[in-house]
T-cell receptor, first 118, second 114 residues
Framework: NAGVMQNPRHLVRRRGQEARLRCSPM?????VYWYRQLPEEGLKFMVY????????ESGMPKERFSAEFPKEGPSILRIQQVVRGDSAAYFC????FGTGGASDYGYTFGSGTRLTVV | QQQVKQSPQSLIVQKGGISIINCAYE??????FPWYQQFPGKGPALLIA?????SEKKEGRFTISFNKSAKQFSLHIMDSQPGDSATYFC?????????????FGQGTRLTINP
């Protein structure tokens, strides 16, 4: 039973390019969360998605960032026109649960994508 | 209101000693408090969690102590081992909230000296 799969593991982009990060949730999980971890900081919530729906994007920057979780395929976090400040580790988590609160069971993180903007 | 403050930033403990990491929160609506362990190059992994209806939870060498009135909780690692060297994050969330979003502390880098 594979865990949450994120790819690529490392991504280098020049300023102004687009970064596309992919997340495949665990089998049976239909809820996906994206978090960003800046160096020496904790994780910060970005967005919560279910299949084909954005449920909560309160942590997403207003510009250049977007996320989707299509009916088929992985969830995608897209960053357009990247800047140096976007350099961070981006983690995806998945859960079989939606409303009802976080749980000890099923909220699982992937190993992250480390984005470096040069 | 949404912050979780964690201390210390880094901690060095001798093998066999007790490691103690503290967190404080502001939002009294939080009712789920997990601790995550993160090794370099990996994602956070759930270590232990507590809800506010109990003051302590123990799993093996790991114990959470919870003080609801002070809005504080702490992680104790007994008989600390070199394999425990990692970054530890406390977090908080709110049951019933539409998104199970976790609010994380800043992290504590723990080093266990052999």
């Amino acid at each position: 039973n594979a865990g949450v799969m994120q790819n690529p593991r490392h991504l280098v982009r020049r300023r102004g390019q687009e970064a596309r990060l992919r997340c495949s949730p665990m089998k049976g999980h239909s809820h996906v969360y994206w978090y960003r971890q800046l160096p020496e900081e904790g994780l910060k919530f970005m967005v919560y998605l279910q299949k084909e729906n954005i449920i909560d994007e309160s942590g997403m920057p207003k510009e250049r960032f977007s996320a989707e979780f299509p009916k088929e395929g992985p969830s995608i976090l897209r960053i357009q026109q990247v800047v140096r400040g976007d350099s961070a580790a981006y983690f995806c988590a998945s859960s079989p649960f939606g409303t009802g609160g976080a749980s000890d069971y099923g909220y699982t993180f992937g190993s992250g994508t480390r984005l470096t903007v040069v | 209101q949404q912050q979780v403050k964690q201390s210390p930033q880094s901690l060095i403990v001798q093998k066999g000693g007790i490691s103690i990491i503290n967190c404080a929160y502001e939002n009294t609506a939080f009712d789920y408090f997990p601790w995550y362990q993160q090794f370099p190059g990996k994602g956070p992994a759930l270590l232990i969690a507590i809800r506010p209806d109990v003051s302590e939870k123990k799993e093996g060498r790991f114990t959470i102590s919870f003080n609801k009135s002070a809005k504080q909780f702490s992680l104790h690692i007994m008989d600390s081992q070199p394999g425990d060297s990692a970054t530890y994050f406390c977090a908080a969330s709110r049951m019933g909230q539409g998104a199970q979003k976790l609010v994380f502390g800043q992290g504590t880098r723990l080093t266990i000296n052999p």
